[in-house]
Structure formats: structure tokens, C-alpha cells
């Protein structure tokens, strides 16, 4: 038995250091919880206490079809959290989405029936939108994880890394450091256009500018073209790259072609950056990104291979910290209440989770504490760190 800093507990008023649980790796037990099925805390039936009042939680992830593998490893933590929480109150039933909006729904049906009294996912936005009907007849509140701002507000809060927060904080960034003509490549696509709009938007809140924005498809002729215009006589000093992986590589080798790159001009991006292997991409290098604190993420990472002797899934931390909340507030709430009240996921002093400090905002979207990395030949580095608190005036 082990000790480790303490996630998705509360942090007002109180350093880091002192946010500490006890460490269970229990994989075997976790594991037996089958789906659909009680487990209070990962333990079996007869490991509860006699005479505690039990609080059920809703699990709900794509556990068959496409993304079932997502749907485990994102279970796996979940069961870890409260492992490692030590609750005795808390009960966590799985239900299998299928990842489809149709599966979500009757999952909420069935953990409503259950006696759910909170619903952590699930993972998309048409599933999202499918199961916050049902928890919202039965006033039962929704922890879900997808990044889509449609879905969030009334009984659903979304536990996600929201896009909009991301590049306000890597323009923010590059403003306050002398970059404040932008330039924004996006993908064509829905998703493209709305960071164009946040970029657009951050840009006014912090002095900057964007001085010219291009989409690029899958057809590399025509984002060949784009690339080229987009790079004619820039008009930028920066440029915010949304892509990732070997889109990212084709996109900077396109502007590097096309005499747009470092030290001249400064490459940005979000989190799809956060990729090991682009480590070794040297147009890349010296360009910053926003992501997590990577110190912190990596204790997560690393208890996760520990006990499950496999690399977590990018989401995973996601569900450890939405299970882990859960049962810091069903510890703390009254025995016969409801501890998962909008008073209390909403406190303005947030928590402390596997990726750093959040809250939720009355509107069920989540603020996040960030960093600045820089790509380096070693790695990544830290150029600007996180918030560690949400009191006024901190960074």
C-alpha cells in the first residue's frame, strides 16, 4: 500500500501536498465488476460495510462495437478511482452505450431504474444529447465527456477539454509574447470553422489579431493550393495549426515548403499536439501547444500501467476524475441527501484531478488549468505552467 497526490479531491484553501489518499491497486477486484451489475467501490457485496448507505453511480460508455476498447480502458480508471478513493459508499454500475445515441438512451433508462443517482457519460454528442432527456425527467445530473458545447447546460456537465478554452489559452499566449498577428489553419469541416471562430474570438479579448485563416481537406492538391495562397506574402507572425498527428506533419511541411516556418514565424496548437512522436519532427520544433501539465498527467499514466499493465487511453483520465469526484462527494455529503447536487459539482473552488485543477460553470462547461509546452529535440517543455487555483488573480 502506497500513497499518492489525491485526485479529483477539493482544493480550497489548501497546498497540493496535503491532497493525499491511500493507494489500493486492486486490479483483480475491479475487474470483476461486470456490467450492469453493483459493486460498491470495486469491492464485491460482501466487502461493504454493514450499515453504510449506499450511493449508485451511472456509468455509461460504448462497452461493444467501434469504441469498445475506449469504453474499457476508460472503465478500468473509473474502477481505479475508487479504489483508490477507499469510499464505502459508493456503488458503480456500468451500462453499454454501443456508442450510439439509441444505446445511450436506454442505458439512462436502465440506470434510472437502477437507482442511479448520477450519470458519468456518455462519451459522444448525439449519446450525450440522447441520455440527458431521460436524466433530466428523473432530475438526475450528467458528468458526460464529449467536447461538444451543444449538449452542455441544464442537467449536464461536460468533462472534456473543451476547444474554445484551449485556443483562447495558446493565443492568449502568443499575444502576451509578441505574437499578436495570427494566422489559423484549420481542417474543412465543422469543427475547423468553430476554431477559426474561437480563435477570432480569443484574439479580441487579448490584443490580437487574426490576419488570415485557410482550411485544409484530406485532398492534398487542393491543400497544397490552400497552403500556398495562405503562405503568399504572410501577414502573420504566428500561425495556429489545428492538426494532429500526420496531418500536423503534412500541414507544417506544406508551409515549411512554402517558407513558413521557424525561427521566422511561430508555429502553435492545442492539445492534438501532444503526441510523443512529433518529438522528432524538426519544422516542429520550438513551436508551442497548450495540453496538461505533463507531470501531473504522467502519475495518472503511470498508477494505470501499474495496475492494468497497459497504456490508458486518452480519455481515460477523463473517467478517473468523474468517478473520483463522485466519491469525494458521496463521502461528503449527508447520509440519507443527495450528494450530487448542481450546488455542489459547481463549487467555484474546483478540484484536483489526474490532468490538473477544473470546475464547472453553471453552464456545464469546464475550466481547465492549462500549460504552454514548447516541442523540443528532449521532449516537452514546460513554458508556462497551469493555474493552480481559481482564486482571482492567479494565473
Not at 477539493?10 to 491532497?19: E, G, I, M, N
Not at 449506499?54 to 475508487?82: C, D, I
Not at 469546464?366 to 517543455?381: C, D, K, N, P, W
Request: proline share 5%; net charge positive.
Amino acid at each position: 500500500m502506497g500513497r499518492a497526490a489525491g485526485f479529483a479531491t477539493r482544493v480550497p484553501y489548501r497546498p497540493v501536498a496535503t491532497l493525499l489518499v491511500v493507494l489500493t491497486l486492486a486490479f483483480a477486484v475491479a475487474a470483476c465488476v461486470p456490467k450492469g451489475k453493483t459493486g460498491s467501490a470495486g469491492r464485491q457485496p460482501d466487502q461493504v460495510a454493514s450499515g453504510t448507505a449506499q450511493v449508485k453511480v451511472a456509468l455509461l460508455l460504448p462497452f461493444s462495437g467501434r469504441y469498445a476498447e475506449v469504453g474499457k480502458s476508460m472503465e478500468n480508471a473509473a474502477h481505479m478511482a475508487v479504489m483508490e478513493s477507499g469510499s464505502k459508499r459508493l456503488t458503480v454500475l456500468s451500462f453499454d452505450t454501443a456508442g450510439t445515441a439509441k444505446g445511450a438512451s436506454e442505458a439512462a433508462r436502465k440506470a434510472i431504474a437502477a437507482g442511479a443517482r448520477l450519470i458519468v457519460g456518455p462519451l459522444f454528442r448525439a449519446a450525450v444529447a440522447a441520455a440527458k432527456r431521460s436524466a433530466a425527467r428523473a432530475k438526475i445530473n450528467v458528468i458526460a465527456f464529449s467536447n461538444s458545447e451543444s449538449v452542455a447546460g441544464g442537467n449536464v456537465f461536460l468533462l472534456s477539454f473543451p476547444l474554445r478554452e484551449q485556443v483562447d489559452r495558446i493565443v492568449r499566449h502568443a499575444a502576451a509574447n509578441g505574437f499578436s498577428e495570427i494566422g489559423v489553419l484549420a481542417p474543412a469541416s465543422a469543427t475547423g470553422e468553430r476554431i477559426v471562430m474561437y480563435a477570432e474570438t480569443a484574439a479580441q479579448r487579448h490584443g490580437a489579431e487574426i490576419r488570415r485563416t485557410a482550411f485544409y481537406s484530406d485532398h492534398r492538391a487542393k491543400t497544397r493550393k490552400r497552403i500556398e495562397a495562405f503562405a503568399e506574402e504572410p501577414p502573420y507572425r504566428a500561425v495556429l495549426i489545428h492538426a494532429g498527428s500526420d496531418s500536423l506533419r503534412t500541414v507544417a511541411g506544406l508551409l515549411a515548403l512554402n517558407d513558413v516556418l521557424p525561427p521566422d514565424y511561430q508555429f502553435l496548437g492545442i492539445s492534438n499536439w501532444n503526441d510523443p512522436s512529433l518529438r522528432s519532427e524538426n519544422i516542429l520544433r520550438g513551436g508551442w501547444f497548450v495540453a496538461p501539465e505533463p507531470a501531473i498527467s504522467a502519475r495518472f499514466a503511470g498508477r494505470y500501467e501499474k495496475t492494468f499493465k497497459a497504456k490508458p487511453d486518452r480519455f481515460a483520465s477523463m473517467a478517473y476524475d468523474a468517478i473520483a469526484l463522485a466519491a469525494a462527494l458521496a463521502e461528503q455529503g449527508r447520509p440519507k441527501g443527495n450528494p450530487f447536487t448542481r450546488r455542489a459539482l459547481t463549487d467555484p473552488d474546483g478540484f484536483l484531478g489526474a490532468d490538473g485543477i477544473f470546475r464547472f460553470g453553471e453552464n456545464g462547461l469546464i475550466e481547465r488549468g492549462l500549460a504552454v509546452l514548447e516541442v523540443t529535440r528532449r521532449g516537452f517543455r514546460v513554458i508556462d505552467p497551469p493555474r493552480t487555483s481559481f482564486a482571482i488573480g492567479t494565473n
